[in-house]
């Protein structure tokens, strides 16, 4: 079964930006979707955004519509997150997750942290 390997994470003020990216690695990987996830200390995991592999079809959560961009490349199994105009509030664990059957996210990566400071 695939792995899926993040990066990208780290500390940045309010206002700048970050690009996180995740990897799928392993043989003959037939990915559907994949998609950004976050968890808050003491918060739910929330979904931030999604990605269909071979249309390129996205969907957002509200609070990040116009400040974050998701995008592939599908030669690599990449997926990236390009995150601008942060807030405190997007501080939070972010995992990858991916839909390698078709019938919801089953793979996910281990997370890597954004800190956003006021």
């Known amino acids: 079964q695939v792995q899926l390997v993040e990066s990208g994470g780290g500390l940045v003020q309010a206002g700048g930006s970050l690009r996180l990216s995740c990897a799928a690695s392993g043989r003959a990987v037939n990915i559907y979707a994949m998609a950004w996830f976050r968890q808050a200390p003491g918060k739910e995991r929330e979904f931030v955004t999604t990605i269909r592999w071979s249309g390129g079809n996205t969907v957002y959560k509200d609070s990040v519509k116009g400040r974050f961009t998701i995008s592939r490349d599908n030669a690599k199994n990449t997926v990236y997150l390009q995150m601008n105009s942060l807030k405190p509030e997007d501080t939070a664990v972010y995992y990858c997750?991916?839909?390698?059957?078709?019938?919801?996210?089953?793979?996910w990566g281990q997370g890597t942290q954004v800190t956003v400071s006021s």
């Open positions: 997750a991916a839909d390698t059957h078709g019938g919801g996210y089953n793979v």
